[in-house]
């Protein structure tokens, strides 16, 4: 009976001191660690503000803003995601024995992570991603024996990734990418048995990727790009049958590539670009049956590309460009039908380009570019309905546009300059589809400018220059609104200049080297942010218009060789950024400025 009536006036002292009004905590000891934790932060939310106090009606914080507790009235997770809270994560957190989950991602979180969170024996998952962590990640992380998911990427974090986090039984996710972490990827990395998602990328890692990366069988996902690895491709990567997403571009990784046993047939996407190997693109990719997107871009790669590629049904990106690659495009690329990107620009290609491509008819883009291609496009490439980009440029194609472009409803981007082509533009190129980007100089086109290629109100580039091109340039061209580039250079074009929308996106005009006559177009002066101008070697008349005073940015205005006359506009040597200047050639009376060449 005595203990009875000791508690009862234990319990009304908990409640209030009778004569002043006075609020008592009989908080619990993880309550008491919050309010700890509490004293190392900056900016919290309004709902923390309003929940983390001592109260005398509470004696739990399990109703506090971020926390849930279980049965016991233990903290079990700590979840601030998003929060705009900054500050520091106290010592105090290893004080929370039953904390499982903690959640500080996305937050303004600063200095560094605290050792005693290993003492949180408890823990299956910590997210302090996207905050501004700085030191090292704490060894004593390794001993968090329950722990499945470490999320720390997109902080500050230094120093060497802890051998000791391999060491943890339970580990399927790590993420420490987006960080300023060094030195080597630990030699025991296949301990981590149970890993499923690696992701070391966008740090400064160096040395070699270990050989025992292949012990991780259960490994789905590894992203190690952007590093400074070296040595070769580890072989024991064909061990992981798990494997689907696969990415060590941008490291200076040498040797040839071992890679795609039958093992690899869940890899869904391969990037080794960016690297330094040694011989060819591996024809075992072949066996990778599920293989979605295959780059390998500017990483040294020569002969010739594998005509097992052809067995890829799933592939949807094949990027092979800036490499050394040399013969033929295998045929049997054509049974790639899932193809939508196909670019092998930039290497030693040669050959006709195989009609067996037309068979992609998800095609949207085919990028051959700079290459040593012969003889024409294929017609039945003309006829493959997704495309939307057909890059060609700088190679040795020849042959006529057949009026099938003028029918690809998707066409935006068509590249052909720097080949042979012959023979007249159609004259229904653009009325079909909205082009954005037309650049055929240097071929041995004539004919006239067909006039519906800005139909789409989309065209950004209009370069037709150095072929043999006659004819007026089109109103509706010269009133498209959208054009950044204009180029009819080096063409037999002839006429009067027509006059020129207000376009605020104009900003190169080359037109020299034709037959145009008449003045100069007033309305080139609402074209204000224009910084070349050049309509030189023309029979231009007239006096320089006074609205080009309005185009204050222009760097390069040649007006060379006309039959101009007239007095030239005293503001243009208030010109700040001119460079480019010339005149000569032409009647002009007065004060004449010298020609200047940038």
């Not at 009606?57 to 399990?62: G, I, L, M």
């Not at 006709?352 to 570019?369: C, D, H, M, V, W």
């Not at 063409?491 to 080297?513: C, H, I, R, T």
């Not at 050049?534 to 204050?552: H, M």
Request: a neutral charge; charged letters at 20%.
């Amino acid at each position: 009976m005595e203990n009875l009536g000791l508690f009862k006036i234990l319990l009304l002292f908990c409640l209030f001191v009778s004569g002043r009004i006075v609020s008592v905590s009989c908080l619990n000891s993880d309550g008491l660690t919050l309010l700890s934790l509490r004293n190392h932060l900056d900016k919290v939310p309004p709902e923390l503000t309003s929940t983390w106090k001592k109260n005398a009606s509470e004696a739990t914080p399990c109703n506090w803003f971020g926390i849930i507790c279980d049965d016991s009235k233990k903290v079990t997770s700590l979840n601030f995601t998003g929060s705009g809270v900054s500050g520091r994560l106290g010592p105090e957190i290893g004080q929370l024995k039953s904390l499982e989950i903690l959640d500080l991602s996305s937050n303004n979180f600063s200095g560094i992570i605290p050792s005693s969170l290993g003492n949180c024996s408890s823990l299956v998952y910590i997210d302090l991603s996207e905050n501004r962590f700085s030191g090292k990640i704490p060894d004593t992380l390794g001993s968090l024996k329950s722990l499945a998911d470490l999320y720390l990427y997109s902080n500050f974090l230094t120093g060497e990734l802890p051998r000791s986090l391999f060491r943890i039984p339970a580990l399927n996710y790590l993420h420490v990418e987006h960080n300023n972490l060094t030195g080597l990827i630990p030699q025991n990395v296949g301990e981590a048995k149970e890993l499923l998602d690696l992701r070391l990328f966008d740090n400064q890692f160096s040395g070699t990727i270990p050989e025992s990366i292949g012990n991780c069988s259960k490994l789905e996902i590894l992203y190690l790009h952007k590093n400074k690895l070296v040595g070769s491709l580890p072989a024991s990567l064909n061990l992981l049958e798990n494997l689907t997403d696969l990415f060590v571009a941008n490291n200076s990784l040498r040797g040839t590539v071992q890679f795609g046993s039958t093992k690899c047939r869940n890899l869904v996407t391969l990037d080794l670009s960016y690297n330094q190997f040694e011989g060819g693109v591996p024809p075992e990719l072949g066996n990778c049956s599920s293989l979605d997107a295959l780059v390998i871009v500017k990483s040294n790669l020569s002969g010739k590309i594998p005509s097992s590629l052809g067995m890829l049904k799933n592939l949807t990106i094949l990027n092979l460009s800036e490499n050394r690659l040399s013969g033929s495009i295998p045929a049997e690329l054509g049974n790639c039908s899932s193809l939508n990107l196909l670019k092998l620009n930039d290497n030693q290609l040669e050959g006709g380009i195989p009609s067996a491509l037309g068979k992609l008819r998800k095609l949207e883009s085919l990028e051959l570019f700079e290459n040593r291609f012969l003889g024409e496009i294929p017609i039945e490439i003309w006829k493959i309905q997704s495309l939307t980009q057909l890059l060609v440029y700088r190679n040795n194609l020849t042959g006529k546009l057949p009026k099938e472009i003028t029918e690809l409803k998707n066409l935006k981007i068509v590249t052909l300059f720097n080949n042979s082509f012959y023979g007249v533009i159609p004259p229904g190129l653009g009325l079909n589809s909205n082009l954005e980007i037309i650049d055929f100089i240097g071929n041995n086109l004539t004919g006239e400018i067909p006039p519906n290629l800005c139909h789409g109100k989309m065209l950004t580039v209009f370069n037709l220059g150095s072929n043999r091109l006659h004819g007026k340039i089109p109103t509706s061209v010269s009133q498209c609104k959208t054009l950044s580039r204009f180029i009819l250079r080096e063409n037999n074009l002839s006429g009067v200049l027509p006059e020129f929308s207000k376009n605020q996106d104009l900003s190169f005009l080359d037109l020299n080297s034709n037959n145009f006559e008449g003045p100069i177009p007033r309305t080139l002066g609402s074209c204000r942010n224009l910084t070349t101008i050049n309509l030189s070697k023309n029979k231009l008349t007239g006096n320089i218009p006074r609205e080009l005073e309005n185009v204050q940015n222009l760097s390069h205005l040649n007006l060379g060789f006309n039959l101009l006359n007239g007095t030239v506009p005293a503001k243009f040597s208030n010109w700040k950024e001119l460079t480019t200047l010339v005149l000569s050639g032409n009647r002009f009376s007065g004060v004449v400025p010298p020609d200047r060449h940038s």
